[in-house]
């Protein structure tokens, strides 16, 4: 059976990639503000300014880095089961992350997000099967900004099992969340041993790596934490105006920090991820659901799956600030097209407003995509011994094929059965109430919100709330505010 796939590169292309990539290692080489990953580069061959901050990285210390670089890994469930074989062809979504607005559906209004809304996102996203794992979706605007990003975190093991994606925003703050996600697990050693994350490192392009990233990164692969490298260079902007120009930066800044990784810890876990975009030159916006920016990730996806590595990508995101026609479109060609793609970890359900924003009407919109998206992916199946000819004996001139057997054994299996797309007849829907796809999305949300169950064990809630209300107190904040 063919499954249906698609490509941007191709092998000559991405050879061409990949010797640009290295060579703009060496020249000019990348700004490093870590002493510590500075000394590492030094040790093993890079030329290293000091002075400037500077790491000229040779093509043959970027080959030994990924040789060590593992070619797949699993991520678990906070249960201890395993959910993500990451790596292959296989492809999981999750929401998009870090957003710090909320469209509110009682009033339109795209407001700061509170603790609320974050929970209540967590809550809806945890009961759609299509999506795979969590992620901290949203920054809370009514706790001290000093613990923003693990509060969120602390809000996540709360109220959901799935594995996840986070980060952290200063030094501190990462430790604060490998604290939190080892408290939930039972120790730094389960936590290695069944990793239940993976940590977003973002490099600042063009070619530079800042203290608080690659101090992270360095404490990430010391606790045998997998990472995503999130490089993001803007084509036109922080990046070159080219699309394939754009994808040479993004291989070498990501490239830059696996070998950063594999010289802590030879095999340490990692995607090769990112969340590059075009600069839009009328309104200086960073579109996420332009199709040029859809192409890149696409692209530079084929670029990691060439050097053996698991991929991830921003994909199926909208710039819409409302849930209209445009944040369909751009949602299902990003979603579609990174399933064809075999991006291996997408994050973008749900996420709008050029990932400044979240909307759980949108998430539950964006999961129906995602069904579509993999009903596709799964193709044509040509399995069956006769491919039709019998049936259609059976069946004959003068009868139909609703009653037989046939039918009832295969329909299930061959159509996806859209939960909010209109499919009804116009009179039916009429009865109903004649309600659009966010009429129906909200009622959706309401049900998820009213059917959830909580499943997280109570010595796991206490065991996070002392290590999050530890950090809290250090900030003047003696009661978290959910």
């Known amino acids: 059976m063919v499954q249906p796939s698609i490509r941007f590169l191709s092998d000559e292309t991405i050879d061409r990639v990949l010797d640009e990539a290295m060579s703009a290692l060496e020249d000019p080489g990348v700004e490093v503000h870590s002493g510590r990953a500075l000394h590492l580069l030094a040790e093993h061959g890079a030329q290293v300014d000091r002075e400037k901050k500077v790491a000229r990285i040779p093509r043959t210390l970027v080959e030994q880095a990924l040789k060590t670089a593992p070619p797949a890994f699993t991520l678990y469930d906070l249960e201890g089961h395993p959910r993500l074989e990451l790596g292959g062809e296989n492809t999981y979504y999750y929401p998009g992350a870090t957003s710090v607005y909320y469209l509110d559906p009682e009033d339109g ?14 809550k809806v996203a945890e009961q759609l099967p299509e999506i795979d794992a969590q992620v901290t979706a949203i920054i809370s605007s009514d706790v001290p900004k000093e613990i923003s ?29 490998l604290d939190l996600v080892a408290a939930a697990v039972g120790g730094y050693e389960a936590l290695a041993q069944k990793p239940v994350t993976a940590q977003a490192i973002c490099p600042t392009p063009p070619l530079h790596w800042s203290e608080i990233t690659c101090e992270n990164l360095i404490t990430c692969a010391e606790r045998d934490v997998p ?14 105006a080219t699309l ?20 802590v810890r030879p095999g340490a876990r990692m995607l090769w991820g990112g969340s590059p975009a075009i600069l839009d030159m009328r309104t200086g916006t960073t579109p996420m659901g332009a199709i040029e920016t859809i192409m890149i990730d696409c692209a ?4 990691g799956k060439r050097l ?44 709008m407003n050029f990932e400044i924003s979240q909307s759980c009407e949108d998430l539950v919109i964006d999961h129906e995509i995602l069904g579509i998206a993999r009903r596709l992916r799964r193709g044509i199946d040509d399995s069956e011994p006769s491919l039709g000819l019998e049936v259609i004996r059976q069946v004959g001139h003068a009868g139909n094929y609703l009653a037989i057997p046939h039918t009832r054994r295969t329909y299930r299996r061959e159509q996806f059965m859209p939960r909010l797309f209109s499919r009804e007849s116009l009179e039916a829907w009429q009865q109903a109430g004649a309600k659009d796809i966010y009429q ?6 309401r049900e998820l919100e009213a059917s959830y169950t909580p499943r997280v064990p109570e010595e796991t809630v206490r065991a996070v709330t002392e290590v999050m209300l530890g950090a809290a107190r250090r900030y003047g904040l003696e009661r978290l505010p959910a």
Not at 247 to 256: C, D, G, P, R, W
Not at 300 to 303: A, K, L
Request: net charge positive.
């Open 149 to 177: 990003d693990s509060y969120r975190l602390y809000l996540l093991l709360k109220h959901t099992r799935k594995p996840f994606v986070t980060g952290g925003f200063s030094i501190e703050g990462q430790q604060v969340i």
């Open 440 to 445: 129906r999305a909200r009622e959706y949300v």
């Open 244 to 263: 394939i120009g754009s994808i040479v930066q993004h291989t070498a800044e990501t490239l830059s920090g696996v070998v950063i990784a594999q010289l």
């Open 300 to 303: 530079y996806n084929e670029v």
């Open 109 to 122: 209004r795209m407001r700061e997000a509170v603790s609320a809304d974050l929970i209540r996102f967590y």
């Open 308 to 351: 053996r590595l698991p991929t991830h990508g921003y994909l199926g995101l909208t710039d819409s600030k409302v849930v209209d026609a445009q944040a369909g479109i751009e949602s299902a060609l990003g979603l579609v097209l990174a399933n064809l793609a075999r991006v291996n970890l997408v994050a973008g359900p749900g996420h």
């Open 227 to 240: 990472v995503i490298f999130i490089s993001m260079p803007l084509a036109g902007g922080t990046g070159p």
